[in-house]
Nanobody, 126 residues
Framework: QVQVVESGGGLVQAGGSLRLSCAAS????????MAWFRQTPGKDREFVAV????????DYADSVKGRFTVSRDSAKSTMYLQMNNLKPEDTGAYYC???????????????????WGQGTQVTVSS
């Protein structure tokens, strides 16, 4: 059974940094696509960043380019999101999503991912 667990969220002032982790188990994840999404209550879930198969093909939402970096530890089935220069607009619940055979052009659409974690909260104060 596939299990996905996020960690690393917390409260930080604007301009600060956080590092999120997504640990997956129960499958062969080296060739799986892994992505980060975030959501604020009352709003749709939005794409943040993605790490393609074997840790390649990284992509980011325009709002986080230059500030966030996604990386992948394939041996440990773990994905990281280094978040620097955080802004209040980055506040939300961050979710890890996984898909075994994602079509790359659909990478930013939540409904195409098969597995999800429970989320970790990130709150950025002004």
């Amino acid at each position: 059974q596939v299990q996905v667990v996020e960690s690393g969220g917390g409260l930080v002032q604007a301009g600060g940094s956080l590092r999120l982790s997504c640990a997956a188990s129960g499958g062969t994840f080296r060739m799986y696509t892994m992505a980060w999404f975030r959501q604020t209550p009352g709003k749709d879930r939005e794409f943040v960043a993605v790490s393609g198969r074997n840790g390649g093909n990284a992509d980011y939402a325009d709002s986080v380019k230059g500030r966030f970096t996604v990386s992948r530890d394939s041996a440990k089935s773990t994905m990281y999101l280094q978040m620097n220069n955080l802004k209040p607009e980055d506040t939300g619940a961050y979710y890890c999503a996984i898909d075994p055979s994602l079509i790359w052009g659909l990478r930013s659409i939540p409904r195409h991912y098969d597995y999800w974690g429970q989320g970790t909260q990130v709150t950025v104060s002004s």
